[in-house]
């Protein structure tokens, strides 16, 4: 072989370690392979496996300083050695370890930023085993993660409040105007049963009052105005239902199709957000329109 056939053989030689090697290099479970395992914050996702083999060696280097005596390791007794400082990890198994068996890894960190730990599965594997794996954290102010998490909450809330909105709106809609409005004379769709009150006072009275209930969810109560002048162009607008012991119930604010007129066809509506507990008890009712201005109050309220 000449000189020139020499230079090309190693040269040829050497290319081709130099890509066995990178090769290796990002191969996993490959023995001689460097892993990369990346660690970030708000990962659900499932720990990743390193593979482990009887009487040799596996490296965890970690770019983060972690408590040792914090770390948690299945099966910790049964390694036949195990050396761990601030920045690596060193584990030998044992052969008491049964081929398959998987066994939880948790660090943590020392600076208190997010993520606070990471969790590995260690998978015994007689043949294969990486040697080296190196974990990355992507650390974040701690700060900084729980303004994000709040500010998912918030979002959070607020479509919680508008589903809530809507969906009291739409029952309102339905059953107040379809339902309530009408003469009730239809028993298969709704219950009503009617209701006096020991003591009537304020600027308006009504006629009667009718305990509606519309679904196991919902129900309402029923004003029918006195067919007078003096609730003429009255709106309530607030409303109250407290029970003998001082709770108040929970109510949507109080819905007309308009203001009460001369005839007394514009019923109130008060929607109870609690039928089960209006079902029984006495109770006090108040109303009042914009500003006060003029108010009812309705005390021993019960059913008849």
Do not use: C
């Not at 390791?73 to 990890?89: K, N, S």
């Not at 007689?126 to 080296?132: H, N, T």
Request: proline share 6%; hydrophobic share 40%.
């Amino acid at each position: 072989m000449n000189g020139s056939s020499s230079f090309i053989v190693l040269v040829w030689g050497v290319l081709w370690a130099a890509t066995a090697q990178a090769a290796a290099l990002d191969t996993p479970g490959t023995g001689t392979a460097v892993r990369r395992i990346d660690v970030q914050a708000g990962m659900l996702v499932t720990p990743p496996e390193v593979r482990i083999s009887p009487g040799l060696s596996t490296t965890l280097f970690f770019d983060a300083r972690i408590r040792p005596e914090q770390l948690v390791l299945e099966g910790r007794e049964r390694f036949q050695r195990f050396g761990v400082t601030e920045d690596h990890l060193v584990v030998v198994p044992s052969s008491t370890f049964r081929e398959g068996e998987r066994l939880r890894l948790e660090v943590r960190f020392h600076d208190g930023a997010v993520p606070e730990r990471a969790v590995v599965v260690l998978v015994v594997d007689a043949a294969r085993s990486e040697r080296q794996i190196e974990l990355y954290r992507h650390a974040r102010s701690a700060a900084s993660y729980r303004q994000e998490v709040e500010e998912l909450r918030a979002g959070m809330l607020r479509l919680e409040r508008q589903v809530q909105q809507l969906q009291r709106s739409r029952t309102g809609d339905e059953y107040t105007r379809e339902t309530l409005v009408s003469e009730l004379r239809d028993t298969g769709i709704v219950h009503f049963q009617y209701w006096v009150p020991r003591k009537v006072a304020g600027d308006v009275a009504p006629a009667r009052v009718a305990f509606v209930r519309l679904s196991p969810r919902w129900a309402a109560l029923r004003l029918t105005p006195v067919k007078s002048g003096e609730w003429n162009g009255w709106s309530a607008v607030g409303a109250t239902l407290t029970d003998v012991q001082g709770k108040r119930l929970k109510t949507l604010p109080p819905w007309q199709e308009g203001p009460v007129d001369p005839d007394g066809r514009q019923p109130v509506i008060i929607i109870v957000d609690e039928p089960e507990a209006a079902d029984h008890g006495r109770y006090t009712l108040e109303l009042w329109d914009e500003g006060r201005k003029r108010s009812m109050k309705l005390e021993g309220l019960q059913a008849l």
